[in-house]
Structures are given as structure tokens and as C-alpha cells.
């Protein structure tokens, strides 16, 4: 990260984002983040929306199999990643979703 970047530094990812809204504006509205940390992405995350972490990575044209898949506290939140190009910045796609429980009735308790 540069101490001097402008918001001009930023114009792939904010190009990305308005041209997103021109062209799947009719897709669920995800968590946006642009940032000088990583001047040329643009970040893209759906909390507890996987539905909506897949509508965007299949418009996106991510192959399922190029999803990484991970979990994060203790097993309770599963976590999709894919990464696209798209118009001369990347993008970034973050799906969180809770991992059902399965709850195991004590013994002799009727069903």
C-alpha cells in the first residue's frame, strides 16, 4: 500500500463495481469493499447469503471447482472464496454461512 494514492489509484475496482451494477443489477446486493490495501480488487461479501455468493460467482463465470471452501469458528460458519477478472479488476467473492447443528436428542426421549 502506497501512503499516496489517490481515489483515481482506485478506478478499476470502482469501474468494476458501477459497471456490476449496469450489468447484474439485478443480482442480490452484496457487502462492497474497495480499498488502497489492494488498489486493483474489488471485494464482494454475502453474510449468511450463499445463495447469493453463487448467483454472482456462476454470473461471474467462476467454475464451482475453483471455489475454495474453509471453515472458520470451531466449524460453526462455512466460508466460500473465488476470485474473478472482470473489466481490468478483480474481484473478490466471500460467502459466509452458518453449519447447521445437529442436535441429538437424550436417550429415552421420545421422538
Same mark, same amino acid.
Given at each position: 500500500m502506497s501512503k499516496h494514492l489517490t481515489l483515481q489509484d482506485l478506478a478499476a475496482p470502482l469501474r468494476v463495481l458501477r459497471l456490476l451494477a449496469v450489468d447484474?443489477?439485478?443480482?442480490? #446486493?452484496?457487502?462492497?469493499?474497495v480499498s488502497p490495501v489492494y488498489p486493483e480488487r474489488l471485494e464482494?461479501?454475502?453474510?449468511?447469503?450463499l445463495p447469493g455468493f453463487e448467483a454472482w460467482r456462476e454470473a461471474l463465470g467462476v467454475a464451482p471447482d475453483e471455489v475454495v471452501y474453509?471453515?472458520?469458528?470451531?466449524?460453526?460458519?462455512?466460508?466460500?472464496?473465488?476470485?474473478?477478472?472482470y473489466a481490468g479488476a478483480a474481484v473478490e467473492l466471500t460467502g459466509?454461512?452458518?453449519? @447447521?447443528?445437529?442436535?441429538? #436428542? @437424550? #436417550?429415552?426421549? #421420545?421422538?
Amino acid at each position: 500500500m502506497s501512503k499516496h494514492l489517490t481515489l483515481q489509484d482506485l478506478a478499476a475496482p470502482l469501474r468494476v463495481l458501477r459497471l456490476l451494477a449496469v450489468d447484474f443489477g439485478h443480482l442480490p #446486493a452484496p457487502h462492497v469493499q474497495v480499498s488502497p490495501v489492494y488498489p486493483e480488487r474489488l471485494e464482494m461479501r454475502f453474510h449468511d447469503d450463499l445463495p447469493g455468493f453463487e448467483a454472482w460467482r456462476e454470473a461471474l463465470g467462476v467454475a464451482p471447482d475453483e471455489v475454495v471452501y474453509r471453515e472458520q469458528s470451531d466449524g460453526r460458519t462455512r466460508v466460500l472464496m473465488a476470485m474473478a477478472a472482470y473489466a481490468g479488476a478483480a474481484v473478490e467473492l466471500t460467502g459466509f454461512g452458518d453449519i @447447521p447443528t445437529l442436535v441429538v #436428542a @437424550p #436417550a429415552g426421549d #421420545a421422538a
